[in-house]
C-alpha cells in the first residue's frame, strides 16, 4: 500500500510513500507523516492512499513514522484543503500547513559539532569552503546550522554534507514537530509528615523552600507556581521527585482570564427587528441545509446579540459554531460576548497566541471540549464535529484575504463550507461589501435588516468640512490637520466630559520625509516607497520591508538642512491634540501599538476605562468596539484611500467612514461626526454623510458591470517577482504570450509594472485577468501558468485579489 503525502514548502504536488506492514493500521489520510526527503527527514500529511504505483514498489521510499493516532482534521476540512490547492492556485502541503498549528510541521533543527578528528585536522589539505567551516567551529565549537553558514559566507550546505561524511564535523538532529504537551507537570506532598520531609532534605534550602510553601498552601500546585513562588528551578523540583520528597502528576493548566472590554451585562429583550433575525437563521439551523444570510445591521443595532441567540439554538442541538472575526484586535471583544454567554463551551484561535495556548485551544476543540470557536479567517479550519453554524463578523473586511499563501478568502471559503456541509452561514455588516450585496442581488442570499439602534438613539449627525476652504496649519505644507469646525466640536467634547475619536489612516508621525531645497524624498533603499517618519521611536521606517534608518540630519541629495515631514500620521495628530487641550490624555491604537505586548489591552482598557479621553487611532478604531461615552468622531482625512489607484478604494473609504461614524453616540448622549476632506462630491463621501448604504451599493454595482470587476466578473492577479527587473518583465511578457487568443468572456490587462513597482529589492511585473465565470479564469490561468519559470523568478497567483497594487 501507498500514500500520497503532501509536504509544505516542498513539491508542488503530494509525494508517494510507500507504508511499512507495522504502519499500515495507523496511515490514514488526515494524519502526519515523518518522510525522508532529499537528505533530511520531513513532516507531511496522507492525503490518499493507492493500492499500486507507475514504479517498483522497491524504488519508493517508506513513510518513517506516523506521528498522530487520529486524523488532525476532520473529512470537510480535507475536502475544503483541496478546494483552496485547486482554486487558488496553492500547492496543497502549503494549504494544508496553514490549517494546522503551525508548530506540527516545523522541520529540525540542525547543530553542527567540531569532532576530534575535525580539530586535529590541517586546514591546508583542505579547500576554501571547507577552512570556512572548520575556522568558525575552531572559534565556536557548536553551532546551530543556518549560523554556520552565515559565519563560513556560505549559500549552500553542500561542502558541510561532505564534511559530515569525512568525519570531520558531527551533525545532530533535534525534532521539532512534536505537538506541545496538553498537560503540565503538578506536583503535591506525599502522605509523610511534613517534618519528616524536612530531615530528608538535609541543607537544600531550595527544597525545604518548595516543602514549607506546599504545606503553607494546603493543596497541590502546578510546577510552574512552585518555581514562581519559591525562585526554584523545574529540575530541583524533578530531583524532589525522585527522592520520594514529593508527588508527581500531570493535569491541563488552568485557562488563563481573557481580556475583555465588556463587564457583565443583562439578556435582554430582542427589538421586533432582531427577533425576525432570529427566527429566520433558527429556522434554517433547525432545518438543515445551505443557507446564506446577510444580516444588515446600522452600527450598534445588536448584529452581535443576533448571532449569539443563533447560537443558543446550535448548542442545544449539540452542535458546534464558529464566529469569524477580521483581525486580532477585535477578537477580545467578539470572544468576550461570546464567552460570557457561554463560558468554557467556548475556544478562541489567532496567531498571536502562543504555541502552547494555540495547541491547548485547538485540542479542546477537537475533543469536544469547546464547541464554539472565535478567530480570526485561520478559525475558519477549527476542527468542531457537527457543525450547526457559520457567523463572518464584518464581512466586508478586507483582513479576510490572506496575502500569502494560500491566498484565500474567508468570507467565501465560508460559504463554500457552508454549502459543502449544508449549514447555514450568517455574515455581518453595518456596510456590505459589493460582493455580499451582489448575492442579495441574485437570489443567492437572504437579506435581513436592522435598520435602527437597539438603545433607540438616532444615528450621529455627519458633518462635513471642505478643506479647500480652510487655513492651512503653519508648517504643515498648505493642509489642514484640524479644521476649526473639528476644534470647537473636540473642546466641546473635552469641556463635557465626553470621549472623542480622531481617526488618521497613517501610522507614525509622517508619510513622507522631503527636502525643501532641492524636492528629495527620502525612500525605502529596497522598495518603491517613502520611508515614515516615527518620532517615537526616532527613525525612518518603511511599513512594506521594515527596514529602518536614523533620521538623517542633511539631505542626503543636496546636504541641505531644511527636511520637512510632509503629511501626517497618528503620532502628529496626537502630538498637535495635546498642543490643543494640554493635560487632556489621549491613547494611540495603531498597528505599532499591537506589536508591544500588552498594547492593544493597555489602549483600549485606557480608553474603555475613561482613563483617556481621545483616541487616535488608524482604521482599527472603526470595527467593532462600543465605547458609550464617544460622542464625537473626527475623520482628519477622509481622502487617503481615494487615491489609491485601486477599484475598490472608493467602496473602502465609504465602509470606513460610515464604520468610524457608527462609533458615536451609542450611549445616552447623541453623537457627532465631523469629516474633512478635499473632495466632498464624491460619491463614497457625500453617501457616507447621509449613512446611506443601500444607494451607494446601487450606484457602486452599476461602475462594477460596466468596467466588468467583481462580483460582476472574476479576478485574478498573476504577478512576477525577481531581483532582476529584466527577468521579472520577461516572465510576465511570457505569460502572456502563453495565454494565446483571448476568448470571449476574458479580459487581459497586462503586462505592466505594479503600481508599486519594487518590494524588499525585488521588481515587480503583473497581469490581471477577468473572465465571466471560474471555469474560464481558471483555462486561462493554466495556460498563463505553463512556461517554466528561471530560478531569478517566482510567480505570485492571486485569484479573487483584493488589491491590484
Known amino acids: 500500500m501507498f500514500a500520497r503525502v503532501a509536504i509544505p514548502k516542498s513539491a508542488p504536488d503530494a509525494l508517494t510513500y510507500r507504508i511499512p506492514d507495522e504502519l499500515l493500521p495507523f496511515a490514514v489520510p488526515g494524519v502526519r507523516v515523518r518522510v525522508p526527503l532529499r537528505k533530511k527527514f520531513a513532516t507531511g500529511v496522507i492525503v490518499g492512499l493507492d493500492a499500486v504505483v507507475d514504479v517498483p514498489a522497491e524504488a519508493v521510499r517508506p513513510i518513517e513514522e506516523v506521528l498522530d493516532e487520529a486524523p488532525l482534521l476532520p473529512p470537510r476540512l480535507m475536502e475544503i484543503a483541496e478546494f483552496i490547492a485547486n482554486y487558488y492556485r496553492c500547492p496543497l502541503g502549503t494549504t494544508l500547513a496553514s490549517m494546522i498549528p503551525a508548530r506540527l510541521f516545523r522541520p529540525d533543527a540542525e547543530e553542527v559539532q567540531l569532532t576530534p578528528t575535525g580539530a586535529a585536522v590541517d586546514p591546508a589539505g583542505l579547500g576554501e569552503a571547507h577552512r570556512a567551516i572548520l575556522a568558525?567551529?575552531?572559534?565556536?565549537?557548536?553551532?546551530?546550522?543556518?549560523?554556520?553558514?552565515?559565519?563560513?559566507?556560505?549559500?549552500?550546505?553542500?561542502?558541510?554534507?561532505?564534511?559530515?561524511?569525512?568525519?570531520?564535523?558531527?551533525?545532530?538532529?533535534?525534532?521539532?514537530?512534536?505537538?506541545?504537551?496538553?498537560?503540565?507537570?503538578?506536583?503535591?506532598?506525599?502522605?509523610?509528615?511534613?517534618?519528616?520531609?524536612?530531615?530528608?532534605?538535609?541543607?537544600?534550602?531550595?527544597?525545604?523552600?518548595?516543602?514549607?510553601?506546599?504545606?503553607?498552601?494546603?493543596?497541590?500546585?502546578?510546577?510552574?507556581?512552585?518555581?514562581?513562588?519559591?525562585?526554584?528551578?523545574?529540575?530541583?523540583?524533578?530531583?524532589?521527585?525522585?527522592?520520594?520528597?514529593?508527588?508527581?502528576?500531570?493535569?491541563?493548566?488552568?485557562?488563563?482570564?481573557?481580556?475583555?472590554?465588556?463587564?457583565?451585562?443583562?439578556?435582554?429583550?430582542?427589538?421586533?427587528?432582531?427577533?425576525?433575525?432570529?427566527?429566520?437563521?433558527?429556522?434554517?439551523?433547525?432545518?438543515?441545509?445551505?443557507?446564506?444570510?446577510?444580516?444588515?445591521?446600522?452600527?450598534?443595532?445588536?448584529?452581535?446579540?443576533?448571532?449569539?441567540?443563533?447560537?443558543?439554538?446550535?448548542?442545544?442541538?449539540?452542535?458546534?459554531?464558529?464566529v469569524l472575526v477580521p483581525e486580532i484586535g477585535l477578537t477580545p471583544a467578539a470572544s468576550g460576548a461570546v464567552e460570557e454567554r457561554f463560558g468554557r463551551a467556548v475556544a478562541v484561535l489567532h496567531s498571536a497566541q502562543s504555541d502552547g495556548d494555540r495547541w491547548r485551544e485547538w485540542s479542546r476543540l477537537r475533543d469536544g471540549g469547546a464547541r464554539i470557536v472565535v478567530g480570526p479567517r485561520s478559525a475558519l479550519f477549527a476542527p468542531i464535529e457537527n457543525l450547526g453554524l457559520i457567523v463572518v463578523d464584518e464581512e466586508q473586511d478586507s483582513s479576510y484575504k490572506q496575502q500569502e499563501a494560500p491566498r484565500y478568502h474567508a468570507r467565501d471559503l465560508a460559504l463554500v463550507l457552508g454549502r459543502d456541509i449544508r449549514v447555514p452561514v450568517l455574515l455581518c455588516s453595518a456596510t456590505p461589501s459589493a460582493e455580499a450585496a451582489g448575492l442579495v442581488q441574485r437570489g443567492l442570499a437572504v437579506k435581513l435588516v436592522l435598520s435602527r439602534r437597539v438603545a433607540g438613539n438616532p444615528l450621529p449627525e455627519v458633518g462635513l468640512v471642505d478643506l479647500r476652504q480652510q487655513q492651512p496649519d503653519p508648517g504643515e505644507q498648505g493642509r489642514t490637520l484640524f479644521s476649526q469646525p473639528l476644534k470647537d466640536a473636540l473642546a466641546e467634547t473635552i469641556d463635557r466630559g465626553e470621549q472623542a475619536i480622531l481617526l488618521i489612516q497613517r501610522r507614525g508621525w509622517a508619510p513622507v520625509l522631503m527636502c525643501r531645497d532641492c524636492g528629495h524624498r527620502i525612500d525605502c533603499p529596497s522598495c518603491s516607497v517613502a520611508m515614515v517618519v516615527h518620532r517615537r521611536s526616532g527613525d525612518l521606517r518603511c511599513h512594506y520591508c521594515s527596514h529602518r534608518q536614523n533620521l538623517p540630519q542633511t539631505c542626503p541629495s543636496c546636504g541641505g538642512l531644511l527636511l520637512d515631514p510632509v503629511g501626517a500620521g497618528t503620532e502628529k495628530v496626537a502630538h498637535h491634540l495635546a498642543q490643543l487641550h494640554p493635560g487632556v490624555r489621549s491613547v494611540i491604537l495603531d498597528r505599532d501599538t499591537v506589536r508591544r505586548r500588552d498594547g492593544l489591552e493597555r489602549a483600549l482598557g485606557a480608553f474603555a476605562g475613561g482613563e483617556a479621553q481621545v483616541l487616535v487611532g488608524t482604521q482599527m478604531v472603526a470595527k467593532g468596539h462600543h465605547f458609550p461615552g464617544v460622542t464625537l468622531t473626527g475623520v482628519i482625512s477622509a481622502d487617503a484611500l481615494l487615491n489609491l489607484p485601486d477599484f475598490r478604494s472608493g467602496e473602502r473609504t465609504f465602509q470606513l467612514l460610515t464604520q468610524v461614524a457608527g462609533r458615536a453616540g451609542r450611549g445616552e448622549s447623541p453623537g457627532r461626526v465631523i469629516i474633512q476632506t478635499y473632495y466632498p462630491d464624491h460619491p463614497a463621501v457625500r453617501f457616507a454623510c447621509h449613512h446611506d448604504v443601500d444607494a451607494f451599493l446601487e450606484e457602486e454595482l452599476v461602475f462594477r458591470r460596466a468596467f466588468a470587476y467583481p462580483p460582476a466578473a472574476r479576478l485574478a492577479l498573476v504577478r512576477f517577482e525577481s531581483r532582476n527587473q529584466g527577468a521579472a518583465r520577461r516572465a510576465a511578457e511570457d505569460a502572456a504570450h502563453s495565454v494565446g487568443a483571448i476568448p470571449p468572456g476574458v479580459r487581459l490587462r497586462g503586462p505592466a509594472p505594479a503600481p508599486i513597482e519594487r518590494i524588499r529589492e525585488y521588481w515587480r511585473w503583473q497581469i490581471l485577468f477577468s473572465a465571466r465565470n471560474r471555469d474560464m479564469l481558471r483555462d486561462v490561468l493554466e495556460r498563463a501558468e505553463s512556461p517554466p519559470l528561471p530560478k531569478s523568478v517566482r510567480r505570485i497567483i492571486d485569484v479573487d485579489p483584493l488589491s491590484t497594487l
Request: charged fraction near 25%; include cysteine.
Open 136 to 322: 568558525a567551529l575552531r572559534e565556536v565549537p557548536r553551532l546551530k546550522l543556518p549560523t554556520l553558514l552565515a559565519r563560513a559566507g556560505l549559500s549552500a550546505r553542500g561542502p558541510i554534507d561532505a564534511m559530515a561524511e569525512s568525519g570531520l564535523i558531527r551533525l545532530r538532529r533535534r525534532r521539532r514537530d512534536r505537538a506541545p504537551q496538553v498537560e503540565v507537570m503538578a506536583i503535591a506532598l506525599p502522605d509523610e509528615p511534613v517534618e519528616a520531609l524536612l530531615e530528608k532534605c538535609g541543607r537544600a534550602p531550595r527544597q525545604r523552600q518548595v516543602l514549607e510553601w506546599l504545606a503553607a498552601e494546603s493543596r497541590p500546585a502546578l510546577a510552574s507556581e512552585a518555581a514562581n513562588a519559591t525562585g526554584c528551578s523545574t529540575a530541583t523540583l524533578r530531583a524532589m521527585v525522585d527522592r520520594g520528597l514529593l508527588d508527581r502528576f500531570t493535569q491541563r493548566p488552568p485557562q488563563r482570564p481573557r481580556w475583555s472590554l465588556r463587564g457583565a451585562s443583562a439578556r435582554h429583550t430582542l427589538t421586533d427587528e432582531q427577533a425576525a433575525a432570529v427566527d429566520a437563521v433558527n429556522a434554517a439551523v433547525t432545518g438543515g441545509g445551505y443557507a446564506p444570510f446577510l444580516l444588515h445591521g446600522v452600527t450598534g443595532s445588536g448584529k452581535t446579540e443576533v448571532y449569539i441567540r443563533c447560537l443558543e439554538t446550535v448548542l442545544a442541538a449539540g452542535r458546534g459554531g464558529i
